[in-house]
């Protein structure tokens, strides 16, 4: 495994580990944290195992942080509609 896949498990691991924390108001810095973090990591993935990694590694990214994805798609739909 390459150095760019165990460090999108790690960061998988630290989001399911922060999900399980409770939080009152924290949670959507603990999001942008883990944007912040996730993107360079997914661009790392890209660079060293491909496209077609990438896109998977997005996909479960994506499913982790699916808030922020469906807020996004909801601003676009606002602005294009």
Avoid: E
């Amino acid at each position: 495994m390459t150095v760019s896949l165990v460090l999108a498990c790690l960061w998988a691991l630290a989001a399911n580990l922060l999900a399980m924390m409770p939080s009152r108001n924290h949670h959507w810095r603990r999001a942008y944290l883990l944007m912040a973090l996730g993107v360079p990591i997914l661009g790392f993935v890209t660079w060293q195992n491909g496209p077609w990694i990438g896109l998977m590694v997005m996909a479960a990214g994506m499913s982790v942080l699916r808030w922020p994805v469906i807020y996004l798609g909801r601003w676009m739909r606002r602005k294009v509609g």
